[in-house]
């Protein structure tokens, strides 16, 4: 039987990655009924709601997303997509993978990296809660609560566990924010009691990011509270390519949304130029949440020939090839495992 699943391309060069991903899916061989629905800057503002029903009620029937970009004004207007969703549907954890792709180009070439980032999702100063005092004095409210520290802690160390990752760094600023960085921390440090066999140390936030780009092959797992996740897993990203090759994926008891993790990126949108890679990859985590591990190593290690052999890469990542070319790379490389 067909997986039912929520397609929202978003806009920009979203519809144009996602209907990429949707072609390598399917050349995997798993049949899916994708249910699409149109979430962009323009329906928002359409409907006046960050969340238009009809996105919802798809995301809670199916309770599984593919999700390209969505155009967020800077400094007013709607408020963030991503931010609601991930709100609505409760998906506290923000989990994003790290790895050197091979023969890709990078500042770290030489270096092997590969780390795996759980990034808070839900509070800390993503809570929405700003108001203005008086006139020229904003003050905006940092969330920390045990619940949710305690529950993203778990939720990275079980991952570790099954994944046979070896060790555990949080990242916080408890030296300066004693109370709120203080109670994550303390709940990092519970919760890593329960683990025995996996290494755990803390880094403060500063310093993580200097070793993250002195060091970043010593880096395994990172668990951060959600601002500083934000910052430090596009910083990750820089270290292997870049937003366009690093998948993401939101994740909640119930519910779980796959996402690229960059932008609409308005400068090349339409142009057939934009790389698909990390919402391909984004897929292949969603492939193997479903339970499609086979179809998600194929695609896997496709996209890996493909970076290997480098003659149909996109301009991102120094290549020539458009969208089109690169994925049919990708799905004759998938078809030829078969
Ligand atoms: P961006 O990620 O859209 O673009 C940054 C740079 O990276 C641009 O030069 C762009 O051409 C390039 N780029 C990004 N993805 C690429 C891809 N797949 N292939 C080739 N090149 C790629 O970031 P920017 O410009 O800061 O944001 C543009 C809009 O996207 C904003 O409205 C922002 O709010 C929104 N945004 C949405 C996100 C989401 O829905 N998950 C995440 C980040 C930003």
């Not at 070793?211 to 270290?239: C, H, K, W």
């Amino acid at each position: 039987m067909a997986y039912q699943i929520t397609l929202l391309p978003g806009d920009g060069i979203g519809p144009e990655v996602a209907e990429a991903t949707v072609r390598a899916i399917a050349a995997t061989g798993v049949e899916i009924e994708w249910d699409r629905q149109e979430l962009s800057a323009a329906i928002i503002e359409e409907t006046g709601t960050s969340l238009p029903p009809h996105v919802l009620e798809s995301l809670e029937r199916t309770r599984i997303g593919l999700k390209g970009p969505v155009t967020t004004p800077i400094a007013g207007g709607f408020k963030s997509v991503n931010v609601t969703l991930r709100k609505r549907l409760d998906l506290f954890a923000n989990v994003r993978p790290v790895f050197t792709l091979p023969g890709l180009r990078t500042r770290f070439q030489d270096v092997n990296i590969d780390m795996v980032i759980f990034r808070e999702n839900t509070e800390d100063l993503y809570s929405g809660l700003e108001h203005e005092v008086v006139k020229d004095v904003v003050e905006s409210l940092k969330i920390i609560t045990r619940y949710a520290s305690i529950r993203i802690a778990r939720y990275a160390f079980e991952y570790a566990r099954k994944n046979h990752r070896k060790k555990i760094t949080a990242v916080h600023k408890a030296n300066i924010m004693k109370l709120s960085d203080g109670l994550f921390i303390r709940c990092c440090r519970e919760v890593a009691a329960d683990f025995p066999e996996i290494a755990y140390n803390e880094l403060i936030v500063d310093n993580a990011s200097m070793q993250l780009v002195m060091r970043p092959e010593t880096f395994d797992v990172l668990l951060l509270p959600n601002l500083y996740g934000d910052i430090v897993s596009d910083l990750a990203a820089g270290l292997v390519g870049g937003l366009g090759v690093v998948p993401g994926a939101n994740m909640g008891e119930d519910h779980a949304v796959f996402e690229a993790v960059h932008g609409s990126a308005p400068d090349i949108a339409g142009q057939g130029v934009a790389n698909p890679t990390a919402l391909m990859s984004s897929a292949i985590l969603m492939l193997r949440h479903i339970g499609e591990p086979a179809a998600a190593d194929r695609m896997q290690k496709a996209l890996m020939k493909v970076f290997r052999d480098g003659t149909h890469l996109t301009r991102d990542v120094g290549g020539t090839a458009g969208t089109e070319e690169f994925t049919d790379a990708v799905i004759a490389e998938i078809e030829s495992q078969a």
